[in-house]
T-cell receptor, first 113, second 109 residues
Framework: NAGVTQTPKFQVLKTGQSMTLQCAQDMNHNSMYWYRQDPGMGLRLIYYSASEGTTDKGEVPNGYNVSRLNKREFSLRLESAAPSQTSVYFC????????????FGSGTQLSVL | RKEVEQDPGPFNVPEGATVAFNCTYSNSASQSFFWYRQDCRKEPKLLMSVYSSGNEDGRFTAQLNRASQYISLLIRDSKLSDSATYLCVVNAGANNLFFGTGTRLTVIP
């Protein structure tokens, strides 16, 4: 099983550029999440999707949009990247929303210059 | 005050040593607790859940102290492969999942 697949692994953007991070899971999980991880801070929730067709804001949603394309896929879009969005991004999934047993993708290292 | 606090370390211990980490949480209504392991430049992976009665998985023991609002992770007979950052995760209910910043462990030959 691939688990949670996340692309790309690395990306460098210029301020103002846009990009979409892709995430897919093959575990038939209902809930999916996007987190960012910054030095000295715990993982922070950007957006989540409790189930197919629903999305909700997390702790730090500003500057991001998401799409739950189907049960497997959950994408994160930066419409106009800013240096403050330089971070490592992780997609995750779980069978039950908020249960704490998350499966993470391998992460995307994003630098915004 | 942070929802979850951990000593960042680093903890440098020799192979075979026993090491323990604590993690404190601020919300007394928190319902479930977990330890994750994160290797350098990798994704977090669930290590174990923490039950009220405490639980053990091989060399790893997790305990919960609700009265003092902390959870602990004990690693016995440390191996080089245990070197990683250990994240404390607390579920305060209603999809309020809080991650600690992690405690870094280095096991030295």
């Amino acid at each position: 099983n691939a688990g949670v697949t996340q692309t790309p692994k690395f990306q460098v953007l210029k301020t103002g550029q846009s990009m979409t991070l892709q995430c897919a899971q093959d575990m038939n999980h209902n809930s999916m999440y996007w987190y960012r991880q910054d030095p000295g801070m715990g993982l922070r929730l950007i957006y989540y999707s409790a189930s197919e067709g629903t999305t909700d804001k997390g702790e730090v949603p500003n500057g991001y949009n998401v799409s739950r394309l189907n049960k497997r896929e959950f994408s994160l879009r930066l419409e106009s990247a800013a240096p403050s969005q330089t971070s490592v991004y992780f997609c995750a999934s779980s069978d039950i929303l908020g249960q704490g047993k998350l499966f993470f993708g391998s992460g995307t290292q994003l630098s915004v210059l | 005050r942070k929802e979850v606090e951990q000593d960042p370390g680093p903890f440098n211990v020799p192979e075979g040593a026993t090491v323990a980490f604590n993690c404190t949480y601020s919300n007394s209504a928190s319902q479930s607790f977990f330890w994750y392991r994160q290797d350098c430049r990798k994704e977090p992976k669930l290590l174990m859940s923490v039950y009220s009665s405490g639980n053990e998985d091989g060399r790893f023991t997790a305990q919960l102290n609700r009265a003092s609002q902390y959870i602990s992770l004990l690693i016995r007979d440390s191996k080089l492969s245990d070197s990683a950052t250990y994240l404390c995760v607390v579920n305060a209910g209603a999809n309020n999942l809080f991650f600690g910043t992690g405690t870094r462990l280095t096991v030295i030959p």
